[in-house]
C-alpha cells in the first residue's frame, strides 16, 4: 500500500511518477490510450517550468529540446511593439523559458523509469478510498490498490468526477475555447502575442523553422470549431499572422475549462480534499 497510484501519463502524471522514482517511492501510471500519443505541438516552458524539471533531474536534456525563448513581445492587431520583456532578466539565464514539442519532453520524463511504471491501455473507470487507501478500478475489471492516488487524467478526470460529481467543471472566464497549431516559421525570432479586440494570436519558435502557436478570442467571446474562424478573426492582423494561419498544420480546437472548487467528501472515515 505504499505506491502512488497516477491517473493520466501526459506531462504532469508522467513527471510525478519521476520525481517518486528519484525519492524511492514506487508509483504506477495507468492511461486510457494504447500508446504514448503523437503530440507535435508545442509546450511553453516559463522560468518556473523549468527549474521544476530541473528538480525533476532532466535539466541537461531538456537544454538539447526545443528554442530557448530569450524575449516576449506584446504587439497590438496592428504590429506595433507594446512591451517586450527580457526573459534573462526576468526569470535568470539559469531558468530562462523554453519552447519544445510534448511528445519530446514526454520521452525524457519517461526515459529511465522502471518497467511497467506506465500502463497504457488501462482506462481508469472508478476510484474508491478504502480504511487501508485507494482503490483503482480499470475497464477490464481488474482492481489495483494503493497508499494514495493522484488525478492527472485532464479536464474531463475520472479523479475530479469521483470528488466533485459531474459538476465540477466550469467554463474558462478569459476564453471559452482556444486553437493550437504547428506551422512553418515565418521569421519569428521569439515569443510574440498580437492581441485585438476580437482575439490574440500566439507564436513561439518550437524548432529549426517550425514555430507553435495558440490563438483565442479576447474578453470572453466564442471560438468558433471551424478553423475558418481563425481566417475570419486573424485575417486583418499584419504579417505574418494571415500567412501563417493559411498555412497551418495540426490544428487542435481545444474547449477551455475551469475545475470547480474542490469540496470536502467522506470516504470511509477519512477526508478527501
Known sequence: MDR????????????????LHRHGIPAVVFDR???????????????????????AGVADGLSGLGVPVRRREYRSAKGRLLFAVDEDAFWGSAAR????????????????LPAGTIRWDAPVTAIRQTTAGVELELADGTIEAGGFAVGADGVHSVVRTA???HDGLRTALLSAASWRFSAPDP?????????GAQGSFLLIPVDTGEVYGYASATR??????????????????PAPVPDVVASALALYHSP???????????A?????T
Open 4 to 19: 502512488v497510484l497516477i491517473v493520466g501519463a501526459g506531462i504532469a502524471g508522467v513527471a510525478l511518477a519521476r520525481v
Open 33 to 55: 490510450m494504447t500508446g504514448p500519443p503523437d503530440a507535435p505541438l508545442g509546450v511553453n516552458l516559463p522560468g518556473n517550468g523549468i527549474q521544476a524539471l530541473g528538480a
Open 97 to 112: 523559458s523554453r519552447c519544445v514539442r510534448r511528445g519530446d519532453l514526454l520521452d525524457l520524463l519517461a526515459a529511465g
Open 163 to 165: 470528488v466533485l460529481g
Open 187 to 195: 521569421g519569428v525570432d521569439c515569443w510574440t502575442v498580437w492581441s
Open 220 to 237: 470572453g467571446g466564442p471560438v468558433d470549431p471551424d478553423p475558418e474562424w481563425l481566417r475570419l478573426t486573424f485575417g486583418s492582423f
Open 256 to 266: 477551455a475549462y475551469l475545475p470547480g472548487r474542490l469540496r470536502p467528501v467522506t
Open 268 to 272: 470511509a472515515g477519512r477526508r478527501l
